[in-house]
């Protein structure tokens, strides 16, 4: 669903990246692990269309989109929670989920809410508060729930654990699960957490040095060599 193959970025005469590839298959979650600052948002980025890479292409689907600018991604099925959640503040929980169907024309409002609100039930209760009056782990919430309205056969999240409570973390596990569980989407999930990856990945990429160090079956790699990487 999913081909990042040779993928080098960077910004102004630096490199962050250099020649990356991975694989995301519908129905599998791609860990994308590594330390602060080892180009895992810049990954993201570049996936989405916000960042021109240097060189190498990004397929969806088998298409190459390398060259698509960000919404032409959204509409042909890429969903993006950045870290920082960047919901809208000012409008409602139901207002900024409403957005997030603008990139999928012709959708039911009313069933595409629902499958939102079944998956945060929490959302559901808030849906007329304003964005800005939410606790963090409730707009983190609200950011994913934003990205699935759509329906997106491939969702990216970057670190969607980063100052969450506990209890909130453990319900965004449950809804990640239960999206991995139905076999359609590919998720991309960049995260230093590793009890929060351990829980939903297939698959791990560790990134070092600006390149994928280790990469491999969650099982066959292990858990504890991935956090030899998250601890040098």
Wanted: glycine share 12%; aromatic share 4%.
């Amino acid at each position: 669903m999913l081909e990042i193959d040779h993928l080098t970025v960077g910004y102004g005469d630096g490199i962050v990246l250099s020649d990356v590839s991975l694989v995301v298959e519908p129905g599998q979650v791609v860990c994308l692990i590594g330390r602060n600052g080892v180009g895992k948002t810049t990954l993201l980025r570049a996936v989405t269309g916000l960042l021109r890479p240097r060189g190498g292409t990004v397929r969806m689907g088998g298409v190459d989109v390398t060259g698509w600018p960000p919404h032409r991604r959204a509409r042909a099925g890429l969903g993006y929670v950045p870290q920082g959640r960047m919901i809208f503040p000012h409008l409602t929980v139901r207002e900024n989920l409403l957005i997030g169907l603008e990139a999928a024309a012709g959708k039911d409002a009313t069933v595409q809410l629902a499958i939102a609100f079944g998956l945060f039930p929490r959302l559901a209760r808030l849906a007329e508060r304003g964005g800005g009056k939410l606790s963090g782990g409730e707009q983190q919430q609200l950011a994913i729930a934003r990205a699935l309205v759509a329906e997106p056969r491939i969702l990216l999240l970057d670190e969607p654990t980063e100052g969450v409570q506990p209890s909130v973390v453990e319900e965004i596990a449950a809804a990640l699960r239960e999206i991995r569980d139905r076999r359609t989407v590919a998720i991309l999930l960049a995260e230093q957490f590793l009890d929060f990856a351990s829980g939903l990945a297939d698959h791990y990429c560790v990134l070092e040095g600006g390149t994928v160090a280790a990469s491999g079956d969650a099982t066959a790699l292990g858990h504890e060599v991935v956090r030899e990487y998250l601890s040098v």
